[in-house]
């Protein structure tokens, strides 16, 4: 189909694709990003299976942060640390005494805890886009991927943005 400006038919499908970001898969719309108190803690709750994220606590490097019900410990909190360049975070475990942080393995797509300060750099950030309802997409600020869940007691992934239940997250300040 050719679009020619001026076009009385055209002018439908011009201006959906132009003012309607919401049609366009991946995308949420306004791509609102949320920001959050430096400093503040917050726990994560998944919309698809009510799981919080977990950091489990390994004397190993690469410890998973996987999805667990509730049980009100240190490991399921979280410090936001706003980037200085973006509206961007890193997610610190309380439990690590905020020496360990959410990150993604560039290389991988697997998300782990690493030591604060070392690491790949931008993959240590997060973005939180408002989709409604009260949930956000937690999307990786380096690759562009949102935090999704595998289900209670599995290691959380990501994968491209399409804001279904699985990455969709209520943030919860404490």
Known sequence: MRFYWGKVNTFLPAFLIASCGYLIPGSFGSD??????????HTFQNRHDLGFLTAITLKTSYAPIVQDIWRDMASQKWRVVKAYFSKSYQLRSVSSNDEKLME????????????????????????????????????????????ESSGLGEPVRVSPCTSIPRQQWAIHSL
């Open 32 to 41: 609102e990003l949320t920001e959050l108190e430096n400093h503040a803690v």
């Open 104 to 147: 993604l393995d560039l290389t991988t797509g697997r998300v782990y805890q690493d030591t604060v300060g070392v690491g790949l750099g931008n993959s240590q950030y997060w973005q939180m886009i408002y989709v409604g309802h009260g949930y956000h997409v937690i999307k990786n600020y380096k690759t562009g991927d949102c935090l």
